[in-house]
């Protein structure tokens, strides 16, 4: 019996050992191949995800479209005295990267369009930012509207005087 108690002490020992190698190769194998996953690429390296950040940055960069500079306006604004005029130059930018055919055939319609709403506008309106973020929105919004299309994505002042 005493022999049976000292193989059977042996038995579990064996097995514990077993165990705990296996248990050692699958460490060292997943550890191998995640190894050479990541030397193989399929893993990105540290530079690969800055590379995928500035890709990522470069296509959130928005996109300039065509410009178009108007010739410079003069209009009389609509303030009671009607001594106070606006002098003004601006930019067209569209969402395509050249002026569309159809702005183009239509800029005096355009220069109209403009010249009213600002004979409209009040020095008041038009003195402060928001004035003038405001005034901007209206440009876009009467141009796409006169266009019946969004070709318009924004518009930049380049010279705004009121006197």
Do not use: H, S
């Given at each position: 019996m005493a022999e049976d108690s000292a193989h059977a002490g042996e038995a579990p020992a064996k097995g514990g050992k077993g165990k705990l190698l296996i248990i050692v190769a699958v460490v060292v194998l997943l550890g191998g191949g995640g190894a050479a996953a990541w030397f193989l690429g399929f893993i990105p390296h540290g530079a690969d995800k800055a590379e995928a950040k500035e890709e990522v940055h470069e296509e959130h960069k928005p996109k300039v479209g065509a410009l178009l500079a108007l010739d410079p306006f003069i209009a009389?604004?609509?303030?009671?005295?009607?001594?106070?005029?606006l002098k003004t130059s601006l930019q067209v930018e569209f969402f395509a990267d050249k002026v569309?055919?159809?702005?183009?055939?239509?800029?005096?319609?355009?220069?109209?369009?403009?010249?009213?709403?600002?004979t409209s506008k009040l020095f008041s309106e038009i003195r402060t930012p928001q004035g003038k973020a405001v005034l901007?929105?209206?440009?876009?919004?009467?141009?796409?509207?006169?266009?019946n299309h969004d070709l318009v994505k924004a518009v930049y002042f380049t010279e705004f005087i009121v006197q």
């Open positions: 009389n604004l609509a303030d009671e005295d009607g001594k106070r005029y569309p055919e159809e702005f183009a055939a239509r800029v005096p319609q355009m220069r109209d369009l403009l010249l009213t709403l600002f901007r929105d209206e440009i876009i919004n009467r141009m796409n509207r006169t266009l």
